[in-house]
Antibody, heavy 126, light 106 residues
Framework: QVTLKESGPVLVKPTETLTLTCTVS??????????VAWIRQPPGKALEWLAH???????SYTTSLRRRLTISKDTSKSQVVLIVTNMDPVDTATYYC??????????????????WGQGTTVTVSS | EIVVTQSPATLSVSPGERATLSCRAS??????LAWYQQKPGQAPRLLIY???TRATDIPARFSGSGSGTEFTLTISSLQSGDFAVYYC?????????FGQGTRLEN
């Protein structure tokens, strides 16, 4: 059974750094057909894709937050970590990690986030 | 960066009817588009990837179509559990972006 579980602080103060951990089971972070993404959702708002890490350690970040985000993984621990610096109240959201399935197809690859964690709610307030 | 726009924002449909949701990309994404369903208080669920391939255990009443910049998610014969928010996401050019969602209501 494939599972992902987010962990981290529930409350952070403005300007602080947020560190979130996604612990996965049922698959390996070294599997070339899989990656892990972080997505967030402010209360009552849409999903926002934040960052992704592939099995070869290649990383991708959303343009608007690129300077504040760092994603990394420890394959031996089955963990993916997201660091968000300089937190602000507008960063209050539920943060999800999700497995990205990578499917080869006709000279390209198709992607889909097929297994999600339950999400962890982070509030930014002094 | 590719912008993904969904329409309508809210769609009112009755159980048993067909629902058609639209997703438009600001430039071609080929067939590299996914659809998700999100119910209140839950994480999203992958429905469709590659524009038209159903994910594991997704019922056949969910179908995806389109390519390039115009995509459609069709839910034939709506059931009560289908009322939710639906998001599309392009993966052709990274970083991938979500649309703003379509709320499907009764």
């Amino acid at each position: 059974q494939v599972t992902l579980k987010e962990s981290g602080p529930v409350l952070v103060k403005p300007t602080e750094t947020l560190t979130l951990t996604c612990t996965v089971s049922g698959f390996s972070l070294g599997n070339v057909r899989m990656g892990v993404a972080w997505i967030r959702q402010p209360p009552g708002k849409a999903l926002e894709w934040l960052a992704h890490i592939f099995s070869n350690d290649e990383k991708s970040y959303t343009t608007s937050l690129r300077r504040r985000l760092t994603i990394s993984k420890d394959t031996s621990k089955s963990q993916v970590v997201l660091i968000v610096t300089n937190m602000d109240p507008v960063d209050t959201a539920t943060y999800y990690c999700a497995r990205t399935k990578i499917v080869p197809a006709a000279g390209t690859y198709y992607y889909g986030m097929d297994v999600w964690g339950q999400g962890t709610t982070v509030t930014v307030s002094s | 960066e590719i912008v993904v726009t969904q329409s309508p924002a809210t769609l009112s449909v009755s159980p048993g009817e067909r629902a058609t949701l639209s997703c438009r990309a600001s430039q071609s994404v080929g067939s590299n588009l996914a659809w998700y369903q999100q119910k209140p208080g839950q994480a999203p669920r992958l429905l469709i990837y590659g524009a038209s391939t159903r994910a594991t255990d997704i019922p056949a009443r969910f179908s995806g179509s389109g390519s390039g910049t115009e995509f459609t998610l069709t839910i034939s014969s709506l059931q009560s559990g289908d009322f939710a928010v639906y998001y599309c996401q392009q993966f052709n050019k990274w970083p991938p972006a979500f649309g703003q969602g379509t709320r499907l209501e009764n």
